[in-house]
């Protein structure tokens, strides 16, 4: 029976530097996978999903047959009922897409050791039980702002705050340094997950 990859979610919040700890994690052999992305392919490939979102929201969700991702944005965010009734949409497909993923690695021939996947909500979902270890990216307010386009007070009122996350993530990295600076922490926790128990 071939060993099943340690399964390791990364989480925090807007603009603390998820996707770049992913990127790192993949640099140093691990096998990865961003919930974002898989959100992105079920918007373009899942045809009950599009389907769900016309009929929820109207035809002019939709731009030249591809769902229109800025259009829902400004929807849910200005009202907390869609962005509910969205998660509840999306969350359980995702979760089944990366259980999937993680079934398909642990078959192969020589599967590798951990597996990481990119998780914005892991704990307001509940959704840590899944994994053998967390490692939570924070930073910041300001600096997270900084970082991305989106606004990050649209979702931190229903946030578990940083502290909170922190107390129950297996590995906490506050990223206020260099790309280099994450990429070491990377290393680092890869190394401790050799010795996991």
């Given at each position: 029976?071939?060993?099943r990859?340690?399964?390791?979610?990364?989480t925090?919040?807007?603009?603390?530097?998820?996707s770049?700890a992913?990127?790192?994690?993949a640099?140093?052999?691990?096998?990865?996978?961003s919930?974002?992305?898989?959100?992105?392919r079920?918007?373009r490939e899942?045809?009950?999903?599009?389907?769900?979102?016309v009929?929820?929201?109207?035809?002019e969700?939709m731009a030249?047959?591809?769902?229109?991702?800025?259009?829902?944005?400004?929807?849910?965010?200005?009202?907390?009922?869609?962005?509910?009734?969205?998660?509840?949409?999306?969350h359980p497909?995702?979760?089944?897409?990366?259980?999937?993923?993680r079934?398909?690695?642990?078959?192969?021939?020589?599967?590798?050791?951990?597996?990481?996947?990119?998780?914005?909500?892991?704990?307001?979902?509940?959704?840590?039980?899944?994994?053998?270890?967390?490692v939570?990216?924070t930073?910041?307010k300001q600096?997270?702002?900084?970082?991305t386009?989106?606004?990050?007070?649209?979702?931190?009122d229903?946030?578990?705050?940083?502290?909170?996350?922190a107390?129950r993530?297996?590995?906490?990295?506050r990223?206020?340094?260099?790309?280099?600076?994450?990429?070491?922490?990377?290393?680092?926790?890869?190394?401790?997950?050799?010795?996991?128990p």
């Amino acid at each position: 029976m071939p060993r099943r990859p340690l399964a390791v979610g990364i989480t925090g919040g807007i603009g603390a530097g998820k996707s770049e700890a992913l990127k790192a994690f993949a640099r140093h052999g691990a096998a990865t996978i961003s919930s974002d992305d898989i959100v992105h392919r079920l918007l373009r490939e899942d045809e009950a999903v599009r389907a769900a979102l016309v009929e929820r929201f109207g035809p002019e969700v939709m731009a030249d047959g591809e769902v229109d991702r800025a259009a829902i944005g400004e929807i849910v965010f200005e009202d907390r009922d869609e962005l509910v009734w969205l998660e509840q949409l999306l969350h359980p497909r995702v979760a089944r897409e990366y259980l999937a993923w993680r079934d398909q690695l642990a078959a192969l021939p020589d599967p590798p050791e951990v597996c990481v996947t990119e998780v914005p909500l892991l704990y307001e979902v509940g959704a840590d039980e899944r994994f053998d270890a967390v490692v939570l990216i924070t930073a910041p307010k300001q600096l997270r702002i900084a970082r991305t386009d989106v606004p990050v007070e649209q979702r931190s009122d229903r946030l578990i705050p940083d502290e909170e996350k922190a107390k129950r993530a297996d590995f906490v990295y506050r990223n206020t340094g260099s790309l280099e600076d994450l990429d070491g922490f990377v290393a680092s926790v890869l190394d401790n997950l050799r010795r996991w128990p």
